[in-house]
C-alpha cells in the first residue's frame, strides 16, 4: 500500500505561484508514475499533469505548471505559475506502478488533498 502526502497548498492571487509537493512511503518509488489531477465545487476531478520517465499535461495547464519528482527523496513536484482563480481546486497526488502514462491513465493510490485558492 503506498500512501501519499500533499503539501504546499493555500490562498494566493492570481499571477502568483505555488509549489506542491507530494511525499510517498514506497521505497520503490522511482518505478512508479506519479499524477496530479483537482478537482473543484461542484466539478468532476479532471486530470493536471503526471510524470513517468516523461511529462504530460493538460492543455488548461501546459506552459504554466510543471511538474518534476526527486526520486532520492521520495517525492513529486507541480510548481503552479500563473494562477487563475479557475484553478482553485483540491488538488490530488496519485500514483502508479507503470512506465507509461497518459491523461487517461488510472491511477491506484490517492492522497488526502491540498486546496489550492486563486483569488482575483
Known amino acids: 500500500q503506498v500512501q501519499l502526502v500533499e503539501s504546499g497548498g493555500g490562498l494566493v492571487q492570481a499571477g502568483g505561484s505555488l509549489r506542491l509537493s507530494c511525499a510517498a512511503s514506497e521505497r520503490t518509488f522511482s518505478t512508479y508514475a506519479m499524477g496530479w489531477f483537482r478537482q473543484a465545487p461542484g466539478k468532476e476531478r479532471e486530470f493536471v499533469a503526471a510524470?513517468?520517465?516523461?511529462?504530460v499535461y493538460a492543455d488548461s495547464v501546459k506552459g504554466r505548471f510543471t511538474i518534476s519528482r526527486d526520486n532520492a527523496k521520495n517525492t513529486v513536484y507541480l510548481q503552479m505559475d500563473s494562477l487563475k482563480p479557475e484553478d482553485t481546486a483540491v488538488y490530488y497526488c496519485?500514483?502508479?506502478?507503470?512506465?507509461?502514462?497518459?491523461?487517461?491513465?488510472?491511477?491506484?493510490?490517492w492522497g488526502q488533498g491540498t486546496q489550492v485558492t486563486v483569488s482575483s
Open positions: 496519485a500514483a502508479r506502478r507503470t512506465t507509461v502514462v497518459i491523461a487517461t491513465t488510472k491511477f491506484d493510490y
Open positions: 510524470i513517468s520517465y516523461y511529462t
